[in-house]
């Protein structure tokens, strides 16, 4: 293995004690004595039923106790400045426990590298911690150590995959499911218990700046996609955390914004992700910074208590977004559970609350409980080891990653069949643009830096040689002498900014500057949602968006390039030919800053989001409102070719029970590849406004040369039904539907027909 092997026997989470009066014993086989009282109490007992453990602990809890579990600290010098327990920890307010700590030594906070690398420093110092609150708190409560993870573990030396937005152009259900294994096994091995993942947000502005954070912009796709990253994630113990709930779709002000959403949409493109996280078993949320109807969702009883809880059935931790509330005695009576950060005198403002008769000690109760049950049901409590022998398994980690971006990557344009490039014709190659020696990256809170990186013109010139060579500012003649010019672009999102429907300036200059002078230019695109492309995309003989790829990005996009891989993404998100064409147009106020980096927040007054297109997200609005894209939803091309059959359906009518619809699909082309089956459903006449067509089933099928596949979907009533503002319920209509089978939006190959009686 590479430098980062590891031959570090297995350590023990609370194994050696810390020195001064400690009760001898407290470790016992199968159990820990963490009140020190000597007997088993019903919340040491593993083997006891949750909920008596849980009530147990409950009612050992001081108010001081309760109030400390309630609250969170922000590790990596922010909150927790010591890197190891001192003897003033004693009299810090975190001496009654505390709920979590976040990204404790992850390398990326003010320690740096300190204690992140070699591991098993990470790891002894992350034992040290957990054996202060162990061994030094009454009550001895474990602490649930939390990081992010929608790019890969939050840590300087893991696993750094592509962004979500590229995870979500595999379209490869599989695939994510083991992004979440990799994850949760590096985050086992560090000593992680909860990741702050994945994110359900939908991909609706291509100018907010957590477009690169989504699985795309359609719910179904997006509630696949969770559903086996959640499944993946908590595996090996490990707790996701689904965010952000819900309506978060600016980052111009986000806590000063008030989205206004119907209750259609709310069902329809909102909620549908959640609800399929929630199935799969995640055992926490984070709400999100915005207001929904004129309330902070990490404060309002409607969202928590009424939409998350009561309709969506999650009964687990429920924590805010950082510094998302406002109000603490509405965050208490909300069903929200932790508050994030929680600031230092915290307990002390929840105690005040209390003595005021605010708040009752019921309402205390309430409130931890689900943050007991969640760390007790996960086995925070009985977890007695962590496994580094895990980071063996680094090599495959990076394997997989490789196998993601180069899934993800999506061909938009290839004219005359310019790619691949045969590396053993000696042509001459011009590499210019941005990010030649730097890896993109998703920016932001879960920004991760990964190992073994490889550049861009390490990777190509690994390939190619000499013959490409890189020229940072090429002139007319450079550009012209080169028999195909690469040029590499891109943006820099993250959270906390919306840009501009463009590339930046300096880039959109270059961009125009090449494509006119020759014509064999093929762009590469680093971003993480659409862009204006309308000067050059016609000048253009290859178009690669490669989004942020990871550690093995440059590495995938070079075998994509060289065709040594096919390439088989598809697109997550539409990309519209101009931006006064999307329904987020209007959204921000008028005459808003962009890359407004949220200064000065607190000055912005409230303004509300108004998201009157409803269900029309995405391809919904651009096919119903007749509005044609430049590149649609689902599209990506391929080396190779293929062919659907007419598809045939098991009956033409449909009662309460499912129909089946089978299509073969053979890969005529002369190459292996990949396609992506989609099956959209319509609603011939409806009785209210309903998209043309909508995402149902998809199926990635891999394929040799002359192989063929018969695929087979089941649609169900519940596919046909809409969200009815009257009954405020789903429901189906009688009548005629369409099924509509092809490989994207745009590119229907058979519409069959059938009715619903």
Same mark, same amino acid.
């Given at each position: ?102 990204? %404790?030594?992850?390398?990326?906070? &003010? ?51 592509? &962004? ?83 309506? /978060?779709?600016?980052?111009? #002000? ?12 709310? /069902? ?13 078993? &995640? ?5 999100? #910074? ?36 406002? /109000? ?247 990309? %519209? ?41 995405? #391809? ?14 689902? #599209? ?71 192989? /063929? ?49």
């Amino acid at each position: 293995m590479n430098k980062h092997t590891l031959s570090v026997a297995i350590t023990f989470l609370f194994c050696t004690p810390i020195s001064g009066g400690i009760p001898d014993g407290i470790y016992h086989k199968g159990w820990i004595d963490f009140n020190k009282n000597g007997k088993m109490d019903l919340y040491e007992n593993p083997k006891a039923p949750l909920e008596d453990r849980v009530q147990d602990l409950l009612s050992q809890m001081t108010l001081e106790e309760k109030t400390c579990q309630m609250a969170t600290l922000y590790g990596s010098g922010r909150v927790l400045k010591d890197a190891l327990p001192q003897n003033n920890w004693k009299t810090e307010v975190w001496k009654d426990g505390i709920g979590n700590i976040d990204e %404790e030594h992850n390398g990326l906070g &003010a320690f740096k590298s300190e204690y992140s690398f070699p591991y098993a420093k990470h790891v002894n110092a992350k034992h040290t911690i957990q054996r202060w609150f162990v061994e030094k708190t009454r009550l001895g409560i474990p602490v649930d150590f939390t990081n992010e993870g929608i790019r890969g573990l939050c840590h300087d030396r893991a696993t750094y995959f592509p &962004a979500q937005c590229g995870q979500g152009a595999t379209w490869n259900k599989k695939l994510i499911a083991r992004i979440g294994e990799v994850e949760a096994k590096e985050a086992v091995a560090l000593g992680y218990t909860n990741i702050y993942s994945p994110i359900l947000d939908i991909a609706q502005d291509p100018r907010w700046g957590r477009c690169v954070e989504t699985y795309g912009e359609d719910p179904y796709l997006v509630s696949q996609m969770v559903s086996q990253y959640v499944t993946g994630l908590q595996s090996t113990g490990t707790a996701a955390c689904l965010k952000h709930f819900y309506g /978060n779709n600016t980052e111009f #002000y986000r806590k000063r914004s008030n989205s206004i959403i119907s209750e259609r949409a709310m /069902n329809e493109i909102y909620l549908p992700g959640f609800k399929a996280g929630i199935d799969a078993g &995640a055992m926490s949320v984070m709400t999100s #910074y915005n207001q929904i109807d004129g309330e902070w969702t990490g404060q309002s009883s409607y969202v928590i208590k009424n939409i998350l809880r009561e309709k969506l059935g999650f009964k687990w931790l429920v924590m805010s977004d950082w510094n998302s509330v406002w /109000n603490l005695e509405k965050v208490i009576k909300s069903g929200q559970n932790l508050e994030m950060p929680g600031s230092y005198n915290f307990g002390e403002s929840v105690l005040g609350l209390y003595h005021q008769k605010k708040i009752t000690e019921k309402d205390l109760d309430d409130m931890v409980r689900p943050i007991l049950a969640t760390c007790i049901a996960m086995g925070f409590y009985d977890r007695s080891k962590y496994d580094l022998s895990l980071l063996d398994k680094y090599q495959e980690h990076e394997k997989i990653a490789r196998q993601v971006a180069e899934e993800g990557i999506v061909l938009l344009k290839n004219r005359d069949n310019i790619l691949p490039l045969d590396p053993t014709k000696n042509r001459k190659i011009l590499l210019t643009g941005k990010f030649i020696y730097e890896i993109p990256r998703g920016y932001g809170a879960a920004e991760v830096i990964g190992y073994n990186n490889v550049s861009l013109i390490e990777a190509l010139q690994r390939a190619f040689g000499r013959t490409v060579y890189y020229i940072e500012k090429p002139t007319v003649a450079d550009i012209k002498e080169a028999d195909i010019v690469l040029l590499s672009m891109g943006t820099r999102d993250k959270e906390a900014i919306e840009r501009p429907f463009a590339l930046p300036k300096e880039d959109e200059s270059l961009m125009r500057y090449v494509t006119k002078n020759n014509p064999n230019t093929i762009a590469i695109l680093n971003t993480g949602s659409a862009i204006d492309m309308s000067a050059w995309n016609d000048r253009l003989a290859g178009l690669i968006y490669g989004w942020y790829g990871g550690q093995s990005g440059f590495e995938a996009l070079t075998d994509i390039i060289t065709g040594k891989v096919t390439p088989s993404g598809k697109l997550p998100m539409t990309i %519209e030919k101009t931006f006064e064409d999307s329904p987020a147009w209007g959204y921000l106020p008028k005459g808003a800053s962009l890359y407004n980096e949220l200064k000065n927040e607190h000055l912005i007054n409230v303004y509300d989001v108004n998201y009157g297109e409803s269900v029309l997200v995405g #391809y919904r609005w651009y096919d119903t409102k007749n509005i044609e894209p430049l590149y649609p939803f689902g #599209y990506g091309l391929s080396y190779t070719t293929f062919t659907l059959t007419k598809p045939r359906l098991s009956s033409k009518k449909m009662n309460d029970q499912m129909i089946r619809c089978s299509v073969t699909i053979t890969n005529t082309g002369s190459q292996k590849g990949a396609e992506v089956i989609q099956l959209y459903l319509k609603e011939n006449q409806p009785s209210v406004l309903r998209p043309e067509k909508e995402l149902k089933r998809f199926k990635k099928i891999f394929l040799n040369s002359g192989e /063929n596949q018969t695929v087979e979907f089941e649609i169900t009533p519940e596919d046909l039904a809409f969200w009815d503002d009257e009954t405020h319920d789903w429901k189906v209509n009688s009548g005629q539907y369409s099924i509509l089978l092809g490989t994207s939006s745009r590119h229907i190959s058979h519409i069959l027909s059938f009715t619903k009686e």
